[in-house]
């Protein structure tokens, strides 16, 4: 009898996908969900044929080229691939796909709820009542916000996601600008009533809310930087539901405290899972809106990747080109 592939998961996957998984390969998962150690990822680099780590898993080119790596694909469960060396990985020969698309809407839906919850100061609101906080009752003078209907909504990274926040900023009366290195298709940009700007400085400087939608690349790290930073309007928010590393975190935060930028809805950090303090204390000062990276966390979304992992890894495995392959020249 063949020997069936062995396939590492280095996470719990949704059950539907680990009985698939069990049936197709040689699946050795991770019930429980512990991170694996140092150690344990760089024996699944070198043993399995084939790896399925997340953005927890940092997949480094020193992992990679441990003598007698016997791995052929690394088929990363999420869409960003920050995580892998890609380049490393191609050097090598070996495969890298991702699971783009099917977390598209859900990751809009999250960055649209950042852009209403912070200027709508809603967490704010709900924690009056949730932690015993006293509520003098309604006035018309009371924990005022800021409207969103009108405002200029400045979208940076303008693939998948940031057109499909587009369509969701557009139907609250957002206008929609956005700065990528290349304009979008004019059909899309007439869709979507979308005004493209070359000079990131330039839009920086006249929106009044940012949303960061770019893949971390070395291209994009801290592309938000000091200086950028700085551009930014007094009376703007920002919101973050890409990566971390997108933006100078500590300049963003001393930008805050100082009141020269509004407020902030960030669901990715640069040091995650750590969460500077100080982003706590301005959560608890209601300057920003934080959450623990859940930009594409539902059930049906964590399904479907799974089922995108699944293709990939069974399309490899039949010596044909996996739909999701990620090349360095993408990155
Ligand atoms: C996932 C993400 O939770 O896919 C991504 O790039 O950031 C998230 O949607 C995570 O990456 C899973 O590996």
């Given at each position: 009898?063949?020997?069936?592939?062995?396939?590492?998961?280095?996470r719990?996957?949704?059950?539907?996908?680990?009985?698939?998984?069990?049936?197709?390969?040689?699946?050795?998962?991770?019930?429980?969900?512990?991170?694996?150690?140092?150690?344990?990822?760089?024996?699944?680099?070198?043993?399995?044929?084939?790896?399925?780590?997340?953005?927890?898993?940092?997949i480094?080119?020193?992992?990679?080229?441990?003598?007698?790596?016997?791995?052929?694909?690394?088929?990363?469960?999420?869409?960003?691939?920050?995580?892998?060396?890609?380049?490393?990985?191609?050097?090598?020969?070996?495969?890298?796909?991702?699971?783009?698309?099917?977390?598209?809407?859900?990751?809009?839906?999250?960055?649209?709820?950042?852009?209403?919850?912070?200027?709508?100061?809603?967490v704010?609101?709900?924690?009056?009542?949730?932690?015993?906080?006293?509520?003098?009752?309604?006035?018309?003078?009371?924990?005022?916000?800021?409207?969103?209907?009108?405002k200029?909504?400045?979208?940076?990274?303008?693939?998948?996601?940031?057109?499909?926040?587009?369509?969701?900023?557009?139907?609250f009366?957002?206008?929609?600008?956005?700065?990528?290195?290349?304009?979008?298709?004019?059909?899309?940009?007439d869709?979507?009533?979308?005004?493209?700007?070359?000079?990131?400085?330039?839009?920086?400087?006249?929106?009044?809310?940012?949303?960061?939608?770019?893949?971390?690349?070395?291209?994009?790290?801290?592309?938000?930087?000091?200086?950028?930073?700085?551009?930014?309007?007094?009376?703007?928010?920002?919101?973050?539901?890409?990566?971390?590393?997108?933006?100078?975190?500590?300049?963003?935060?001393?930008?805050?405290?100082?009141?020269?930028?509004?407020?902030?809805?960030?669901?990715?950090?640069?040091?995650?899972?750590?969460?500077?303090?100080?982003?706590?204390?301005?959560?608890?000062?209601?300057?920003?809106?934080?959450?623990?990276?859940?930009?594409?966390?539902?059930?049906?979304?964590?399904?479907?990747?799974?089922?995108?992992?699944?293709?990939?890894?069974?399309?490899?495995?039949?010596?044909?080109?996996?739909p999701?392959?990620?090349?360095?020249?993408?990155?």
């Open positions: 009898v063949k020997k069936k592939p062995l396939v590492v998961v280095t719990k996957l949704p059950d539907s996908i680990e009985t698939r998984m069990r049936e197709l390969f040689d699946a050795r998962l991770n019930l429980d969900d512990t991170p694996l150690t140092p150690e344990q990822i760089a024996e699944a680099v070198r043993t399995a044929d084939v790896l399925v780590p997340t953005v927890t898993d940092e480094t080119e020193e992992l990679l080229k441990q003598p007698d790596c016997k791995l052929r694909l690394i088929a990363n469960f999420g869409n960003g691939v920050d995580n892998i060396d890609v380049i490393a990985a191609h050097a090598r020969g070996i495969t890298v796909t991702n699971t783009p698309k099917v977390l598209t809407e859900d990751t809009a839906d999250m960055t649209m709820a950042l852009i209403l919850a912070v200027p709508r100061r809603l704010e609101g709900a924690s009056i009542l949730t932690e015993g906080k006293n509520w003098p009752g309604w006035s018309p003078t009371w924990m005022l916000g800021h409207r969103i209907g009108g200029r909504l400045g979208i940076i990274g303008m693939g998948r996601i940031g057109q499909a926040l587009a369509r969701r900023a557009r139907a009366g957002l206008q929609i600008h956005y700065h990528n290195r290349r304009p979008v298709a004019p059909v899309i940009a869709e979507l009533g979308a005004t493209y700007w070359e000079s990131l400085d330039q839009m920086l400087a006249r929106m009044d809310i940012l949303s960061v939608n770019c893949p971390h690349t070395p291209a994009t790290f801290h592309l938000l930087s000091a200086r950028r930073l700085k551009l930014i309007r007094k009376d703007a928010y920002i919101v973050n539901t890409a990566r971390g590393e997108v933006i100078d975190e500590d300049t963003l935060i001393k930008l805050i405290e100082a009141g020269e930028i509004a407020g902030a809805g960030l669901d990715v950090f640069e040091n995650e899972p750590a969460v500077s303090p100080k982003l706590v204390r301005l959560a608890k000062a209601g300057k920003v809106t934080l959450l623990p990276h859940m930009g594409s966390a539902t059930i049906e979304g964590r399904v479907e990747m799974g089922e995108k992992v699944i293709i990939n890894i069974r399309t490899f495995l039949d010596n044909h080109k996996p999701d392959r990620v090349l360095p020249s993408m990155l």
